[in-house]
C-alpha cells in the first residue's frame, strides 16, 4: 500500500485507535478542530480494518488495546506500509515500552495524561519530517559529508575514490540518507529492501553496514550508530 503524505493545502488523514471512550472522544474532537481528519477505532482489529481499507498520514495507536494490542497493530500496519508515521498512546513510559514501540516501527510515543499542545506539536513536527523523507526518497543524489551518493547510478563518490555499489547496498544507503539523524528500525530496513525480516536476513543487514561503514571511513563526521536493540543512524557532525 503506498500512502500519501499531505501538503499544507490538503487535510492530513489521522488514524486514531484508542478504547478509552472519553479520551477517544476529546482527542478526536481536537484534531479535528485543529484541522485534521480523523477516524477513530475503539479496538486495534477495527483499526487495522480501517488502514487496511483507506489512506492515512499518521497513525495514533493507543498500546493497551482490545482485540489487538498497539504494539501488534503497528507491526501489522508496518507489514503494508514501511513508511506511515505512527504515535504511541500510552500510559506506560519505561525503558522497555519506549524500544518495544521503536522496534515496532513507532515514530514518537507520547506518555498519558498529556496535553493538546504536546500533541499537536509532536504531529507537525512527524509531519515536516515525513515530508522531507518522502522527498529524499524520490531524490537521485544526497550529500554524506565529503561524499556525494548518485543513487540513480549507484555511484558513491569522493575525492579520493569512486565506488560503485550493489543494488541493495544502494538501497539501505539511500534509506539512512532519507533518516538523515534519526534513528532507522531494522525491520524497517529489512522489509524494505528484502520484503523479510527474519533472523539471517539481519545477519546479512549488519554485513551490509559494516560494508558501507567502510566506504564512509574516508570521512570521520560520518558515522553508523548502532542504536541497541532498535537499529541504526546516519549521523553527519
Not at 504515535?87 to 518495544?100: G, H, N, V
Not at 493538546?116 to 537521485?140: C, G, P, S, V, Y
Not at 569512486?162 to 539511500?174: I, N, Y
Not at 550508530?225 to 541504526?232: P, R, Y
Amino acid at each position: 500500500m503506498t500512502q500519501r503524505t499531505a501538503t499544507n493545502d490538503e487535510i492530513a488523514k489521522i488514524l486514531l485507535v484508542e478504547d478509552d471512550e472519553n479520551l477517544g472522544f476529546v482527542v478526536q474532537d481536537s484534531l479535528r478542530r485543529k484541522g485534521y481528519g480523523v477516524h477513530l477505532s475503539r479496538d486495534g482489529k477495527d483499526g487495522l480494518l480501517h488502514f487496511n481499507r483507506n489512506k492515512y498520514d499518521l497513525c495514533l495507536l493507543d498500546v493497551m488495546l482490545p482485540q489487538k494490542d498497539g504494539i501488534s497493530l503497528a507491526q501489522d500496519i508496518r507489514l503494508a506500509d514501511p513508511s506511515v508515521p505512527i504515535i504511541f498512546l500510552t500510559a506506560k513510559s519505561t525503558t522497555e515500552d519506549r524500544i518495544a514501540g521503536l522496534k515496532a516501527g513507532g515514530d514518537d510515543y507520547i506518555t498519558k495524561p498529556f496535553s493538546n499542545e504536546e500533541l499537536f506539536l509532536r504531529i507537525e513536527a512527524i509531519l515536516r519530517r515525513t515530508q522531507k523523507r518522502d522527498a529524499a526518497m524520490h531524490a537521485d543524489t544526497f550529500e554524506i559529508g565529503e561524499f556525494i551518493f548518485d543513487d540513480r547510478n549507484k555511484l558513491l563518490k569522493h575525492a579520493n575514490e569512486e565506488r560503485k555499489l550493489t543494488k541493495k547496498e544502494a538501497a539501505v544507503l539511500k534509506l539512512l540518507c532519507a533518516h538523515l539523524e534519526q534513528t532507522l528500525p531494522r525491520e524497517l530496513v529489512l522489509n524494505m529492501v528484502w520484503g523479510d525480516d527474519s533472523y539471517f536476513l539481519g545477519r546479512s543487514l549488519d554485513v551490509f553496514i559494516s560494508r558501507l561503514r567502510k566506504y564512509l571511513s574516508h570521512d570521520p563526521r560520518v558515522r553508523i550508530l548502532n542504536v541497541h536493540g532498535v537499529g541504526f543512524k546516519l549521523q553527519v557532525e
